[in-house]
Each structure stands twice: as structure tokens, then as C-alpha cells.
């Protein structure tokens, strides 16, 4: 296999670039995984992943979740 040529390597490296500029816009992407899972991406460093059943089981409890986080704002830690 011949090594590629400088050329094909900056081509290369300004594709991969302008794929990444979208990751850091504050917007959520969601995509399926090979295993089925859905993942989401924009929330932080890594996406957070689960499966259906998962995903059913958090948003059913999002007002459960709203409550707790609320009446533990004081301890929790809040971007200024």
C-alpha cells in the first residue's frame, strides 16, 4: 500500500476539519449506533448513550428529574 502524498494528506486533514466545526456549535445531533443504541452528542466532551428502553425510562421521569435538580440547585454545580 503506497503512503499518501502530502497533497492527499492536507486534503485529508481540511475534510476531517470542516466535519468537525459542527460538533462544537452548542446544537444536539443524535444518531444510532452499530448496537442500536441512541447516542447524543453537544451535551459535552463525550455522547451520552442508551438504548430505547433507556431513553423511555429517563424522559418519563423528566419531571421527577426538574424537581430534584431544583431543590438541589444549591449544591449543585451551575455555569455562571
Do not use: C, H
Not at 15 to 39: A, I
Not at 61 to 77: D, T
Amino acid at each position: 500500500m503506497a503512503e499518501p502524498s502530502y497533497e492527499e494528506l492536507k486534503a485529508r486533514v481540511a475534510e476531517l476539519e470542516s466535519k468537525s466545526t459542527g460538533r462544537r456549535t452548542g446544537d444536539l445531533e443524535f444518531r444510532v449506533g452499530e448496537k442500536g443504541g441512541v447516542s447524543v452528542y453537544g451535551l459535552g466532551r463525550f455522547p451520552v448513550t442508551l438504548y430505547y428502553e433507556q431513553w423511555n425510562r429517563l424522559l418519563g421521569a423528566a419531571e421527577e428529574i426538574k424537581k430534584f435538580m431544583e431543590e438541589n440547585k444549591a449544591r449543585l454545580k451551575l455555569k455562571e
